[in-house]
């Protein structure tokens, strides 16, 4: 039921490890057909959300995604904060490497609207 997609030069890595609870994303996003590369992780976390998890940890180490990339991020994050506010637990954090980090700006902007709490940690 685990979900690994290696990356490529224009696809983050995905570990969706069921499970685990974790939900990871890595790398770089921007793919030329954003749709035939998020719909199958859209409809994964919808299979994903209609099971209870003790916990589950949402984890963003990612350096750069198109503003294509981030309209499919945000229907994942509303996806999980549905999931959320059915009374399950979640964890996001984004690793930031470096300070001003632009995509973290973006993810910030999306966590504050959809009101997620989050955690950043600096590697």
Known sequence: ??????????????EFLYSEGVLRFSGDSYPENSSEFFE????WIENFT??????VSVEFNVNYFNTN????????LSLLKKY?????????????K???DEMLET???MMEELE??????QV
């Open 116 to 121: 997620l709490d989050y955690t950043t940690q």
């Open 69 to 76: 990339s981030s309209k499919y991020l945000f229907q994942i």
């Open 98 to 100: 470096e300070p001003g």
């Open 84 to 96: 959320q506010s059915e009374g399950n637990y979640l964890q996001f954090v984004w690793f930031n």
């Open 50 to 55: 209609r099971v209870p998890h003790p916990k």
């Open 1 to 14: 039921m685990d979900l690994v997609v290696n990356a490529t030069r224009s696809t983050f890595g995905i």
């Open 40 to 43: 199958p992780l859209l409809r």
């Open 107 to 109: 993810w910030l902007e």
